[in-house]
């Protein structure tokens, strides 16, 4: 599906109906590795309506030009919502940058959000400053190192628990999302990877069920960060795995389903309880 902000065309998938549920993918991937982590949740679950766009220079959706810092790719995920479910509240998910978009929706549209899930998610956005655990593989596969072809070695040390179910998912959804990925887009707007507002100063308190998931062993974005954030959020869980790193709902499957089926509950809780549906 498609639909228009400004002069951009959003690509996006929508599953189900009820309730929207927004989920952002991380970057340079697409709505195609967070919808393959999200969807099994629903086989059993009714009631949401599940969006996945895929951002500007990711997936099909194209480069926009007036697009130049993160302060108007957030204008572009407000009006996107603004399109799709004009006038509805809504909850929302991040995976890694899609994390940091997400926070900015609460400072920009809190009120209006009722339950929010951060995977793996950016806080610290200057790299250099993140206090990130060393590499460390938990769990070694020598069937998953063999088949690794030298376009894949970084994955060695990047994968915490290897195993070919990874491999295959990191085939299926990751590899072909970075390929088709806007990189000429994606590094100029790197230069302004920040909001030009500090995104974790709210007004208030996030009253709304949250979840953080972390791992103990993400050197891509760590998990120390996220854990000053809590203060903002007082019906959050944070959750710092072992056995987990920036692949987290991949490596830690069942847990990462079991922990956010929890935190569905608890949203559905919430709408029925603070809002009388």
Known sequence: MECQ????????????????????????????????????????????????????????????NWITDQDQMLELVIGFMNNVAPGERFVVGGTSYGGYLARGLIYRLGDQIDGLLLIVPVVEVDAAKRQ????????????????????????????VRQSMDLLAEFRKVFSPAGAIAD??????LRQHD???????ILPTPFPAPALFLTGRHDNWCGYREAYRLLDNYPRASFVVLDSAGHALAVEQRTLFRALVNEWLDRVEEYVHTAHDY
Not at 12 to 40: C, K, N, Q, T, Y
Not at 145 to 158: G, K, S, W, Y
Request: charged content about 25%; aromatic content about 10%; proline content about 9%.
């Open 5 to 64: 902000v400004r002069d951009s065309t959003v690509f996006f998938e929508e599953v189900g109906v009820g309730r929207p549920l927004l989920f952002l993918h991380g970057r340079p991937l697409d709505h195609r590795h967070i919808a393959s982590d999200m969807e099994p949740l629903f086989t059993n679950r009714c009631g949401w309506r599940r969006l996945y766009p895929d951002l500007p220079g990711m997936g099909k959706t194209p480069a926009a």
């Open 132 to 159: 990130l655990p060393l590499p460390r593989v938990v769990h070694e596969d020598s069937a998953f190192l063999a088949a690794l072809t030298p376009d894949e070695q970084d994955m060695r040390v990047f994968i």
């Open 183 to 188: 990189q000429t887009f994606l590094q100029r």
């Open 194 to 200: 920040a909001f030009s507002f500090d995104v974790d």
